[in-house]
């Protein structure tokens, strides 16, 4: 064994390690995949409400630059009337 250099795993190893199912890896089925699409509709609807107020830089700058609780939620209250205007 040279120093400093790991040992190589046997031949006999290395295929069962690969061979191995992810328990971890989550299995994707069509309700996943429809809540997936859920929540790019949700994101899309947000891009385009940002759009609507002037983009996402001019609506953070807003909410950056208020002085009050309240003024920033009349702002986020003013974007989630726009999705449930949308959504009808």
Same mark, same amino acid.
């Given at each position: 064994?040279?120093?400093?250099?790991?040992?190589?795993? $046997?031949?006999?190893?290395?295929?069962?390690?690969?061979?191995?199912?992810?328990?971890?890896?989550?299995?994707?089925?069509?309700?996943?995949?429809? $809540?997936?699409?859920?929540?790019?509709?949700?994101?899309?609807?947000?891009?385009?409400?940002?759009? $609507?107020?002037?983009?996402?830089?001019?609506?953070?700058?807003?909410?950056?630059?208020?002085?009050?609780?309240?003024?920033?939620?009349?702002?986020?209250?003013?974007?989630?009337?726009?999705?449930?205007?949308?959504?009808?």
């Amino acid at each position: 064994m040279v120093k400093g250099v790991p040992p190589q795993q $046997s031949p006999s190893m290395a295929t069962t390690a690969g061979n191995q199912h992810d328990s971890s890896a989550p299995n994707i089925n069509s309700n996943d995949k429809d $809540s997936f699409g859920k929540v790019l509709y949700i994101i899309n609807e947000f891009i385009s409400i940002f759009n $609507s107020l002037g983009g996402i830089e001019n609506v953070y700058n807003s909410l950056k630059n208020c002085t009050s609780d309240f003024q920033k939620m009349q702002i986020v209250l003013r974007c989630f009337e726009n999705i449930g205007s949308s959504n009808n």
